[in-house]
C-alpha cells in the first residue's frame, strides 16, 4: 500500500538538501571571515592605540602621579530580608565593604618605571588575604619583569610571598611557571599587548578618541597566586559624558572590557575628565577609589593610631619592601 506519493520522482526534492548545504556553507564562510575581519581590524586598532600610548610614553603619564597611592574600596552589594511592625516583608539591599585595592607608580633612573598593586579582602575579623603583582618597565613599555604572589595583612604585620610571573619583551611574553624563568612559556603577543596597571592610561586614550580595540592583557589567576596568561579581550567606549569641564582633549565617561566570543562584559572602569579611574566594576565587586583616612586602618587592627596618614603610610611601605618594589623616592602622599 502506497500514500499516493512518489517521494523520488520529485526533483524539487532532489534539489533541497544540496541547496540547503550549499547555503549553510555560506553562511559558515560568511561568519568566519566577519568574525575573522573583526579580529583583525580590532587588533590593528589596538595596535594604533598602544602605538599612540608609546609615542608619548609612561614618563608623563607616571610623573604626575609619582609616589601617591591610590586606595580602592572593594564592595559587594548584599540583600536581606526584613520586616516591619506590620510583619510585611522586604528586602534591604546595602553595600559591604569585603576589602580593599591600593596602587602606585613610580620613576626609577635610566627611563624605567614601575607600578605595584596589592589586592586584600577580608577573611577573618581582623585578617585579610590577597595577591600582589608589580612591574618595572622602560617609557615605551616594550621590555620589564613582571611580579606578583600571595599577600597576608594581620593585626601582627604582612606577610609577602611570590615571585617572576612574566618577561615582557617586544612582540612576546614568557609566562614563568612557580617563579621559574626556564620553565617558561612563550606567547607571541604583536603590538596588541597590554601590561598590566596600563588599562586606566589606555582608557583615557580610548575616551578622547572614542574608539575601541582587541587587546593581549595579562590575566592574573585570582585562585592561584602568582600565576598568570595572556587573555584577549576587547575594549570599547561605552558611555561618554557630555561634561566638558576637563582638560582640552580628555573626556568623562566609561570603557567596558568584554569577552568576545560571548560578548560577556568582564570589567567597567568609570573615568573622570582628569583620566582618573573613580569606579571599577567586575563581577559583583565594585572598586571605588577612597581617601586616604578612610583606608583599612580599623580592618587590620590600627584604628587607634593617630594620625592615619603616617600608619597607612607606614603600611603601604611595609608592602612594598617586602614585594621588592624598593622606589627611588619614599611615596609619602595618597589621593
Not at 235 to 260: A, C, N
Request: proline content about 6%; some cysteine.
Amino acid at each position: 500500500m502506497t500514500n499516493g506519493y512518489d517521494n523520488s520522482a520529485s526533483p524539487h526534492r532532489k534539489l533541497l538538501a544540496p541547496a540547503m548545504a550549499l547555503l549553510l556553507a555560506v553562511f559558515c564562510g560568511l561568519a568566519w571571515w566577519y568574525a575573522h575581519a573583526a579580529t583583525a581590524a580590532g587588533r590593528k586598532a589596538a595596535a594604533e592605540i598602544i602605538a599612540n600610548v608609546r609615542d608619548r610614553g609612561l614618563e608623563p603619564y607616571v610623573t604626575p602621579r609619582h609616589g601617591q597611592v591610590r586606595w580602592y574600596r572593594r564592595s559587594m552589594t548584599v540583600q536581606q530580608r526584613v520586616s516591619d511592625r506590620m510583619g510585611r516583608i522586604g528586602v534591604l539591599e546595602q553595600s559591604v565593604t569585603i576589602g580593599w585595592r591600593a596602587e602606585i607608580m613610580v620613576s626609577y633612573p635610566h627611563d624605567e618605571f614601575g607600578w605595584l598593586e596589592a589586592v586584600f579582602d577580608q577573611s577573618a575579623p581582623s585578617s585579610y588575604e590577597g595577591q600582589w603583582h608589580r612591574w618595572r618597565l622602560n617609557n615605551e613599555m616594550t621590555s620589564g619583569s613582571v611580579f606578583g604572589g600571595s599577600l597576608l595583612v594581620g593585626p601582627d604585620g604582612v606577610v609577602v610571598t611570590g615571585g617572576l610571573i612574566a618577561e615582557i619583551r617586544p612582540g612576546s611574553v614568557s609566562l614563568a611557571r612557580n617563579g621559574d624563568s626556564e620553565a617558561a612559556k612563550q606567547v607571541d603577543t604583536g603590538d596588541s599587548f597590554l601590561p598590566p596597571g596600563i588599562l586606566s592610561m589606555v582608557g583615557s586614550v580610548m575616551l578622547a578618541k572614542e574608539s575601541a580595540g582587541l587587546f593581549n592583557l595579562l590575566g592574573f589567576d585570582a585562585d592561584q597566586p602568582g600565576h598568570a596568561d595572556i587573555e584577549r579581550l576587547a575594549v570599547g567606549v561605552e558611555r561618554l559624558s557630555h561634561d566638558r569641564s576637563g582638560p582640552p582633549g580628555e573626556k568623562e565617561g566609561t570603557i567596558t572590557v568584554f569577552d568576545p566570543g560571548s560578548g560577556m562584559a568582564m570589567r567597567r572602569i568609570h573615568f573622570n575628565a582628569a583620566g582618573t579611574p573613580l569606579v571599577v566594576e567586575h563581577g559583583e565587586v565594585t572598586e571605588t577609589i577612597t581617601p586616604v583616612h578612610t583606608g583599612p586602618l580599623a580592618a587590620i587592627g590600627l584604628a587607634g593610631l593617630t594620625p592615619p596618614s603616617q600608619v597607612q603610610r607606614a603600611f603601604w611601605i611595609d608592602i612594598m619592601n617586602r614585594s621588592g618594589f624598593l622606589p627611588a623616592e619614599d611615596p609619602t602622599e595618597s589621593e
